[in-house]
C-alpha cells in the first residue's frame, strides 16, 4: 500500500508530461500552420466572397457574367488543347533527355546544365524570346526571306493554327525542363540492378524501359504530372507576349478582366475555375496513378 501511492502521486504529473509532448509537435508546427493559412487561406475566403458578393448579398451574377462572355470558352478551349497536346510532348522529351542521361555520356554533366537554363528564365522572358523569332521581322522570317521563301504572319490573328504553334513551342522550351529533373531524381532511385536482370533475360532496350524503368518512376512521373497540369492550367506570360489576347488564356482573361475592365468580380470567378480544374486534375491523377493492391 505504502509502495502504491508515491505511483499514484505522481499520476497527475505524469499526464501532464504526456499532454506536453503530444503538444510538442503541434507547437512546432504551429508558426507554418499560421504562415500558410495567412498565405492560402484568407485569399481563398476573401476571393470566395468576392466571386459570390454583389450589392444585395449572395449572387451569382459574376459567374453568369463570365460564362456570358465568349472570351471566356474560347480560353477555356485554348487552355484545355495546350494541356492535352503539351504534356505528352513534354513528358516524352523529358523521358527520353532523361534516358540519354543515363546512358552517362561524355559531358553528361554540361548537357544537364545546358538543358536545365530553360528553368532559370521567367516566363515573360521566354515569351519575348520566341516573340523574336515568330514575329514578322523576327529571326524565323529573315531565313525565310534569305532562303527566297517570303515571309509569314505567324502570330496573326488570321492564324489561329501558326499562333498556338509557337505557344506550345515556346511553352515546350521553356517548361520541359522542369520535368527532366525530376525525371532525372526518379532515375537515380532505380536500382541498375533491375535493368541488368532483365538485359540477362533477353529484354531489349525498350521493353526494360517500359516494363522496369517506367513502373519504378511512377511516384516521380505522378508529381511531375500534377505540377505540369497546374502550371499549363496558370499560363499566361508566354501566350499574352506573344500573341496578347489573339490566343486568350484562362488565366489571361483574369488579368482582363481585374486590370482592363476593372472588374475584379468575374476576375476573381475565373481564378476559381482555375482553382477548380486543378483540384479535379490533381485528384484524378493521383486516382488514375494509384498503385493496384497486390492480390496475395
Given amino acids: 500500500m505504502l509502495a502504491a501511492r508515491p505511483g499514484r502521486r505522481d499520476l497527475p504529473s505524469r499526464l501532464m508530461a504526456t499532454g506536453t509532448r503530444s503538444r510538442g509537435p503541434l ?39 463570365m460564362a456570358d462572355d465568349p472570351y471566356f470558352w474560347e480560353a477555356t478551349r485554348n487552355t484545355a488543347l495546350l494541356i492535352v497536346v503539351l504534356i505528352p510532348l513534354q513528358f516524352g522529351l523529358a523521358i527520353l533527355m532523361a534516358l540519354l542521361l543515363r546512358q552517362r555520356p561524355r559531358l553528361a554533366g554540361l ?8 528553368l532559370a528564365i521567367s516566363d515573360l522572358a521566354a515569351g519575348l524570346v520566341w516573340l523574336s523569332v515568330f514575329t514578322d521581322r523576327g529571326y524565323l522570317n529573315s531565313v525565310l ?118 472588374n475584379p468580380n468575374v476576375a476573381t470567378a475565373i481564378a476559381l475555375v482555375v482553382l477548380a480544374l486543378s483540384i479535379l486534375a490533381a485528384i484524378g491523377y493521383l486516382r488514375l496513378m494509384r498503385r493496384t493492391p497486390e492480390v496475395g
Fill in 111 to 118: 548537357h544537364f546544365y545546358i538543358w536545365v537554363v530553360p
Fill in 27 to 65: 507547437l512546432l508546427i504551429l508558426p507554418s500552420i499560421i504562415f500558410m493559412a495567412a498565405l492560402f487561406l484568407y485569399p481563398l475566403l476573401s476571393g470566395i466572397w468576392q466571386a459570390f458578393s454583389g450589392p444585395d448579398g449572395f449572387t451569382t451574377a459574376w459567374f453568369s457574367r
Fill in 145 to 262: 526571306d534569305h532562303l527566297g521563301l517570303g515571309s509569314y504572319a505567324w502570330l496573326s490573328f488570321e492564324h489561329p493554327g501558326t499562333m498556338f504553334l509557337a505557344v506550345v513551342l515556346a511553352e515546350l522550351w521553356r517548361a520541359t525542363s522542369l520535368v527532366f529533373v525530376i525525371v532525372v531524381a526518379g532515375l537515380q532511385g532505380v536500382p541498375r540492378d533491375y535493368d541488368e536482370a532483365a538485359e540477362v533475360f533477353g529484354a531489349s532496350y525498350w521493353q526494360r524501359v517500359w516494363h522496369v524503368l517506367l513502373p519504378q518512376l511512377r511516384p516521380s512521373l505522378q508529381v511531375a504530372l500534377i505540377l505540369r497540369t497546374i502550371l499549363a492550367l496558370e499560363a499566361f506570360a508566354v501566350a499574352q507576349a506573344l500573341t496578347g489576347r489573339n490566343f486568350p488564356l484562362l488565366v489571361g482573361e483574369t488579368y482582363q478582366w481585374y486590370y482592363t475592365l476593372q
